[in-house]
């Protein structure tokens, strides 16, 4: 399965998060310890945001280690609010498009875990998506799809209801559905786990890092303060402040 880190405060180079703590996401990608797979390398991206209401995005199918921009563009690169994501492919070929995060207007959705039955249900759920947002599909995942499916149920107004309603059309089907994930609508960052059955995927919440600012991980990245996401509750992160959201 996947890996993620984002972080929200001040302003900082997306490496201090994705390439310098001794295990980053750069780490994960070939040394992940809590998943499945210890090497993530079908491709990697990730949505920064600055001015303006959308954030930018790169993603590439290269592994994560394999691409030298990926360390540059770390290095040079400010921003105050990012997500980043290396994948391990579980549906859906290895394209672009299919690269995490994904990005429709201000909002940015990255996800760790699998929809099994979804070939099963894509037609359906692809049929009861608005125009725009069917228009905005680009890739093939199941990971896309849950977040088309947020978007279409709500999620600016209340992502709390939006989850409740897209993980009842999701249903259940004979493997249990998976879901970790993080997103963002340039102001705060949300995480949420859930499984049908068994363990939700991993995502730690950091305590305050030492320049103020708040992370997401799969795996703590650092020795610092780092608490599991509860299960079936989205955690909030603002900037400097967390709060959950019940």
Known sequence: MCRIAAYTGPAIPLENIIIKPRHSLLEQSQHATEAKLAVNGDGFGIAWYDHGEAPGLYRDVLPAWADDNLTSLCRMVRSRLFLSHVRASTMGETSRQNCHPFQVGRWSFMHNGQVPHFPAIRRRLEQALPDDLYAARRGS?????????????????????????????????????????????????????????????????????????????????DGGQWDAVPENRIVRLTNPAARQVA
């Open 141 to 221: 995942t199941d990971s896309e799809m849950i977040f088309l499916t947020l978007l279409a149920h709500g999620l600016a107004d209340d992502p709390d209801a939006a989850i409740a309603r897209t993980l009842e059309v999701l249903g259940n089907g004979p493997a249990p559905v998976k879901i970790t994930c993080v997103f963002s609508d340039g102001e705060a960052l949300y995480g949420f786990r859930y499984a049908s059955k068994g363990p939700a995927p991993t995502l730690y919440a950091s305590g305050l890092l030492d320049n103020g600012g708040r992370a997401f991980a799969s795996e703590a990245l």
